[in-house]
């Protein structure tokens, strides 16, 4: 069984009730893989101190030689790429094959943004005045709170834990309670890698406990986000009240358009890629598909006909398509879901737990797929986060693209087509961050922006060159000459 602390200034410290919490596999509840701390905003209080007082040290470090921090953390991961994604998958349920792909996801994350400690963080600007230099310089902005889903435990602390480091700020992470032990892998990473006490630290405990602490303590200079919409609007409340920057990812409900011209074929592999891998539970998971009338029943048929063959398997086990969903009340949410679809729509696949003493233990639930639904069920306006797709006949491109934005989300949209005019003409009007073309919903890359329209982010974008925008303010400079020559 593993015990971790939190890690608050350099050293493991445990919560200051002594108090812990269990983590469980929800493959098999009975399997303990071991407890983490049950902080208290005291223990949230000391880390940010932490941080701060290692602030500035680590701000006034050249950019290279933080990038030399962040490589060898690379190097580092990708040597215990392995072991980390098998504890990944068992803590948080997710496919072993997809455990793995999340753990390299972080290696090039830390890679990536190595990178980006070498580069130009400001321009020069023409000045209207003589003998005049201006330029702009970016600085960090100083403690980040980090606070992360269970969804993605890995990834999402290093998406957004790199570039705030790489920039010059210091970071307190508070990681999902569903996941935690993965995201504490992380700070025997870093410090091996050689990064100084301090500059990153994890509280872990419950969010609705410790989340006010973080976002409200005077140190904390800006605090980034990814989880609920409840959670992210309380979030940004509190965040814009004190006039720190924030940056919240939420949900979404994605979807794929399938014109009759479409590879139907092609297309009903992307779709049950995108709405059955790791049981739905990726806010890009496609979990719409607005399919031209003419071709709903060929389209159903053979997404039917897949999403009965997806092995549904114990996370670790290498054949899993999908595992279980991550914890009891996400697979209640999910069950009560399918019996308001049973009602909404035509059933033609899963619609309930699957049966079997493989799957007594675990959180499992079957591929579900409706067709026939309307654009204003429940089913297809509420985020699900489960492997349940449901199918919506339409007439034409401009009502497909019209459904498609009839929801409160724009995160994440596909089209399938070999049209090239309908092509053009989705790109321009769907109201999404995330524009995809014969490819699935998810599956984006880390070098390129990530993030949503409407309820579905705050605005900003994370990933790529566009997190320099979050993780720092700009400075201008203006260097006149003293007397003249
Ligand atoms: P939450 O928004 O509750 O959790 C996300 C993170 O926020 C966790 O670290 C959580 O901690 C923390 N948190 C919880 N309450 C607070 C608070 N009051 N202040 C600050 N932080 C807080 O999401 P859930 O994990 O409960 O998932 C619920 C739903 O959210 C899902 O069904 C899905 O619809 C959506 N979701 C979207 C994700 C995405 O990628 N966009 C990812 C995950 C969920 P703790 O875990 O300790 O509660």
Redesign the pocket.
Known sequence: MIKRDNWIGGAWSPASTGETREVRNPSDWDDVLGEVAASTPSDVARAVQAAHDAFKGWARMPGPARARVLSKAAKILASRLEEVAQLLSREQGKPIGEARGETQRGVDLLEYYAGEGWRSTGDVIPSAAPDTLMFTTREPLGVVGV?????FPLAIPLWKACPALIYGNTVVL?????APLTALVLPEIFEEAGMPAGVFNVVT????AL??AL?THEHVKGVT????N??GA??AKLASARGIKYQL????KNAAIVLKDADLDQAADIVISGAMRFAGQ??TATSRAIVESEVLEAFTAKVVERAEALKIRHATDDEAYLGPVVNRS?QE?VLSYIEIGKAEGQLVCGGGRPTGEAYEKGFFVQPTVFTGVRPDARIAQE?I?GPVLALIPANGVEEAIEIANGVQYGLSCSLFTKDLNAALKYIRDIEVGMVRVNAETAGVELQAPFGGYKASSSNSREQGRAAIEFFTQIKTVTIAQAGGN
Do not use: L, R, Y
């Not at 606070?147 to 969804?151: K, R, S």
């Open positions: 606070i992360t889903p269970w969804n508070k990681p999902a309670g569903d405990g419950s969010g609705a989340g006010d976002v986000f990814t989880g609920s409840n959670v309380h979030i990812e939420m949900g979404g990726k806010c996400q949410s985020e986060f």
